[in-house]
């Protein structure tokens, strides 16, 4: 936490702004190199206004894009790093369904990126998991390498192995001003501090962040209801605690896909999503009501009287999350375009507000593009031990660990003609 007092005056080798998940391990591979890193948090720790809160989210192997599914073997083997480094279990495997319609180009990327994923019909998925309906024409693969991550344990489990390593976490200072240059100032609420390298992964913050060094990102913060849904039986179901992680891609009654986790949050209780949102101010986010005539909690209602049948159709707990979402779905890990030494980290929840073409809804009739198929929202937090470790090797000038093409700003174009 920073302390009262005089305003610091500090230089360091690195600045990570933004202490979620993705800079945390950014902060963290740094500090590993022997950088005398400090992370910049401008909420006091801990805290639920970004996107990085909360208990649970899923990990998984299976990917319909390649340069996903190339990643996920490093992010296992970090996430076990780190288990290890602070001697606690912070991922439960217990298997992900993927729900789709048979032919679904998606489900079949998914199916190749998992060579031994198993494809089930209705009477394999209602015998392996009686939670779950399948309706005609629909398969489910199963990923068993997937589970669930805990949340709020991994990231403090990761700043505290970055203070272990010599870092430095400043949470409650707002960044106020970024001076680029060879060596970049930082100015906030509570110090000026200097470094050689900067990496900004600010979340929903980001946009306003970068705009005064010449950049205006395509980033979109969204609001989104996280609901848990009671069991009607528990003892039944097999949706509990013992249940599998799903969601769904291409389904006519999912337009913006849906997923679920079992019911390790609230005891008799199944986290299940839509992965749509409304626009908002990351700042004002608390001021749009919640109210059970929503919308997308009537959507979540039909499906799960639809799919999984052994829950009550009105969710018993609500709660809200911010996604901040690129155009195409895809992160930007990328220097900035004039200022090399100034790394940003962004986009990391998927793409948003771009159903399946299958949907007979007319106002969710938009068109998706063959080339940025639709992503599951919220999917950044699994990969963020090789975001972090991509983001600290940018900033240190080195070679890549995998493919940044798709993660580029340039492939932004208007991105670049706001370049001062």
Same mark, same amino acid.
């Given at each position: 936490? &920073?302390?009262?007092?005089?305003?610091?005056?500090?230089?360091?080798?690195?600045?990570?702004?933004?202490?979620?998940?993705?800079?945390?391990?950014?902060?963290?591979?740094?500090?590993?190199?022997?950088?005398?890193?400090?992370?910049?948090?401008?909420?006091?720790?801990?805290?639920?206004?970004?996107?990085? @809160? =909360?208990?649970?989210?899923?990990?998984?192997?299976?990917?319909?894009?390649?340069?996903?599914?190339?990643?996920?073997?490093?992010?296992?083997?970090? +996430?076990?790093?780190?288990?290890?480094?602070?001697?606690?279990? /912070?991922?439960?495997?217990?298997? /992900?369904v993927v729900l789709g319609p048979v032919g679904d180009p998606e489900l079949e990327g998914c199916q190749r990126s998992l060579g031994d994923s198993q494809?089930?019909?209705?009477?394999?998925?209602?015998?392996?998991?009686?939670?779950?309906?399948?309706?005609?024409?629909?398969?489910?693969?199963?990923?068993?390498?997937? =589970?669930?991550?805990?949340?709020?344990?991994? #990231?403090?489990?990761?700043?505290?192995?970055?203070?272990?390593?010599?870092?430095?976490?400043?949470?409650?200072?707002?960044?106020?001003?970024?001076?680029?240059? &060879?060596? !970049?100032?930082?100015?906030?609420?509570?110090? !000026?501090?200097?470094?050689?390298?900067?990496?900004?992964?600010?979340?929903? +913050?980001?946009?306003? #962040? *970068?705009?005064?060094? =010449?950049? @205006?990102?395509?980033?979109?913060?969204?609001?989104?209801? !996280?609901?848990? +849904?009671?069991?009607?039986?528990?003892?039944?179901?097999?949706?509990?605690?013992?249940?599998?992680?799903?969601?769904? #891609?291409? /389904?006519?009654?999912?337009? @913006?896909?849906?997923?679920?986790?079992?019911?390790?949050?609230?005891?008799?209780?199944?986290?299940?999503?839509?992965?749509?949102?409304?626009?908002?101010?990351?700042?004002?986010?608390?001021?749009?009501?919640l109210g059970a005539d929503r919308p997308d909690i009537s959507l979540l209602s039909s499906f799960i009287s639809s799919y999984l049948p052994g829950l009550?159709?009105?969710?018993?707990?609500?709660?809200?999350?911010?996604?901040?979402?690129?155009?195409?779905?895809?992160?930007?890990?990328?220097?900035h375009p004039k200022f090399s030494n100034i790394i940003i980290g962004a986009g990391f929840s998927g793409r948003q507000g771009h159903p399946h073409p299958?949907?007979?809804?007319?106002?969710?009739?938009?068109?998706?593009?063959?080339?940025?198929?639709? #992503?599951?929202?919220?999917?950044?937090?699994?990969?963020?031990? *090789?975001? =972090?470790?991509?983001?600290?090797?940018?900033?240190?000038?080195?070679?890549?660990?995998?493919?940044?093409?798709?993660?580029?700003?340039?492939?932004?174009?208007?991105?670049?003609?706001? !370049?001062?």
């Amino acid at each position: 936490m &920073a302390a009262p007092g005089q305003p610091q005056k500090a230089t360091y080798d690195a600045i990570v702004i933004g202490a979620g998940i993705q800079g945390s391990f950014t902060a963290y591979h740094l500090a590993q190199r022997h950088r005398n890193t400090l992370l910049l948090e401008q909420f006091i720790l801990p805290h639920s206004r970004g996107s990085s @809160h =909360g208990q649970s989210r899923i990990i998984r192997s299976i990917y319909p894009q390649e340069y996903y599914s190339r990643m996920m073997p490093d992010s296992f083997r970090l +996430w076990q790093q780190l288990e290890a480094e602070v001697g606690a279990h /912070l991922y439960r495997q217990t298997g /992900l369904v993927v729900l789709g319609p048979v032919g679904d180009p998606e489900l079949e990327g998914c199916q190749r990126s998992l060579g031994d994923s198993q494809v089930l019909d209705a009477a394999a998925l209602a015998r392996y998991f009686p939670g779950f309906r399948l309706q005609a024409g629909e398969v489910a693969l199963l990923d068993s390498t997937a =589970g669930v991550l805990f949340a709020d344990r991994a #990231l403090k489990a990761v700043q505290e192995v970055f203070r272990r390593h010599g870092g430095t976490v400043r949470d409650g200072e707002k960044v106020l001003r970024i001076e680029p240059g &060879a060596v !970049v100032t930082v100015t906030t609420m509570g110090g !000026v501090y200097q470094a050689p390298r900067l990496i900004i992964t600010a979340g929903a +913050w980001t946009g306003p #962040l *970068v705009e005064p060094l =010449g950049l @205006h990102l395509p980033l979109q913060p969204l609001r989104i209801d !996280v609901c848990y +849904w009671r069991e009607k039986d528990p003892k039944n179901t097999n949706m509990g605690s013992v249940g599998p992680c799903f969601l769904t #891609l291409g /389904l006519s009654q999912a337009p @913006h896909g849906i997923y679920g986790l079992p019911a390790l949050e609230y005891p008799g209780m199944v986290k299940v999503c839509q992965h749509h949102g409304s626009p908002t101010d990351p700042d004002k986010r608390d001021q749009a009501p919640l109210g059970a005539d929503r919308p997308d909690i009537s959507l979540l209602s039909s499906f799960i009287s639809s799919y999984l049948p052994g829950l009550e159709t009105q969710p018993a707990v609500m709660e809200t999350c911010l996604y901040t979402n690129t155009p195409d779905g895809d992160f930007i890990l990328d220097r900035h375009p004039k200022f090399s030494n100034i790394i940003i980290g962004a986009g990391f929840s998927g793409r948003q507000g771009h159903p399946h073409p299958q949907s007979s809804t007319p106002e969710l009739r938009v068109a998706v593009s063959p080339t940025f198929p639709l #992503l599951p929202a919220g999917h950044g937090f699994k990969l963020a031990p *090789v975001v =972090g470790k991509l983001l600290c090797e940018l900033s240190l000038g080195e070679e890549p660990s995998h493919n940044m093409a798709p993660f580029a700003i340039t492939r932004f174009p208007d991105v670049l003609q706001a !370049v001062l």
